[in-house]
């Protein structure tokens, strides 16, 4: 690759970096991954990435995201599967009962048993997609990756059966800004809001010193058939302890499913109120949450009060987009 074609493909990298999903490692959730594994397509942290280099270059080749050169086919490879998020759709499709998720301070034991059974036992894939790694050879490894993109690729074009998971849509959670969060540290507190629907969860940046963040960060959620609450969370950022929270609620979305369902394709309507949520004791709104037709899109703007914390509310919107869209 020369020179001009290398920086333009670091700059794709570094985009792709960050990406909301991108933000946390893909297989423990551990904030600001600075590797990658070329050929899955997942960003993820240091421990992870040791994991990761034990499975052989057959499974996963690992690459640093700022010191190590990357080909321009390695690079296309890994924005074409589209960050964490995507990847996680299918190699954790099915993840079953009893099986858990390492985090960020798990033990490199729990590490090693979930990311090999992950990626080279491919035990949490659908079942059609599955190959035994052990056998593979260059075209197999094609072969299966060309699979696992064309399964991407369906889930954003259509009802998509992942193991026991229906998903029906995509939620987009604009993360407006919060006002007047509690303070965790001497005088403010360090800032970041993680959200979590079933099994996923993703989370915003950091903001250093901000009792009243302005984020405006975009956050991509799937929706599964059998979907419950969004349940958001806020964190203060500590370098050498454990971060500490700041409030909580959760996000009733069937108002703005049940409302988007029922006018079928936006892109119909002039810009109009389809429905609302009300505000009542039991939940976190600070006023009705109305849902509209804007430009051709479903969208909900809310606005919470912190639950569990001495002060904090947050300002949202919500955009429903269909799979078909």
Known sequence: MDRGKA?????????????SDNRICADCGAPDPKWASANIGVFICLKCCGVH?????????????????????EIEAMIEVGGNASANSIYEAHIPDGVIKPGPTSSH????????SKY??????KPSLRISSAKTNASLKTSFSRKILDSLRSNSSQNETVGMIEFIGLLKVKVIKGINLAIRDMMSSDPYV???LGQQTVQTTVMASNLNPVWNEELMLSVPQDYGPVKLRVFDHDTFSADDIMGEAELDIQPLLTSALAYGNPELFSNM??????????NALIEDSIINIVDGKVKQN??????NVESGEMELELEWMPLAQ
């Open 302 to 307: 809310i606005l919470l009060k912190l639950q």
């Open 120 to 125: 080279e036992l491919q035990e949490f894939l």
């Open 194 to 196: 993680v959200l979590n």
């Open 53 to 73: 280099r034990s499975l052989g270059t057959h499974v996963s080749k690992v690459l640093s995201v700022t010191l190590d050169e990357w080909s321009e086919e």
């Open 109 to 116: 034991e729990a590490r090693a048993k979930f990311i090999r």
């Open 273 to 282: 109120q389809i429905g609302k949520w009300l505000k009542s004791d039991d």
């Open 7 to 19: 920086n333009s493909g670091k700059r794709r990298l570094r985009d792709l970096l960050h990406q």
